[in-house]
């Protein structure tokens, strides 16, 4: 069984900055997209940004776009979500998700994986 694993989390003050990793623990797996969706105390999961594996098409959140920038290592399986101007709205776990196919359409319950989650806590 795929594992995806997150680091990177945690508390900063509004204005700052913070980067998210995700690692998939077979780096042999055809992905055909990855991204991150993220989860407010009592709000359902939203999605955040995605990359298709293998063409490299990005989509953000409207919510997000010219403040978080996601980026993805083939050769290390991994993505990475680097988030600018972070805001106290910003505040939720935020979950790493893959799918095989890429034909996800930024929908959660299209994506088979997922990783545990990590906070990120923007204090205004």
């Known amino acids: 069984q795929v594992q995806l694993v997150e680091s990177g989390g945690g508390s900063v003050q509004a204005g700052g900055s913070l980067r998210l990793s995700c690692a998939a623990s077979d780096t042999t797996f055809r992905w055909g997209a990855m991204g991150w969706f993220r989860q407010a105390p009592g709000k359902e999961r939203e999605f955040v940004a995605d990359?298709?594996?293998?063409?490299?098409?990005?989509y953000y959140a409207d919510s997000v776009k010219g403040r978080f920038t996601i980026s993805r290592d083939i050769a290390k399986t991994t993505i990475y979500l680097q988030m600018n101007s972070l805001k106290p709205e910003d505040t939720a776990v935020y979950y790493c998700?893959?799918?095989?196919?890429?034909?996800?359409?930024?929908?959660?319950?299209?994506?088979?994986?997922w990783g545990q989650g990590t906070q990120v806590t923007v204090s205004s």
């Open positions: 990359i298709r594996w293998l063409g490299g098409d990005i």
């Open positions: 998700a893959a799918d095989p196919s890429a034909v996800v359409n930024r929908v959660a319950s299209n994506y088979d994986y």
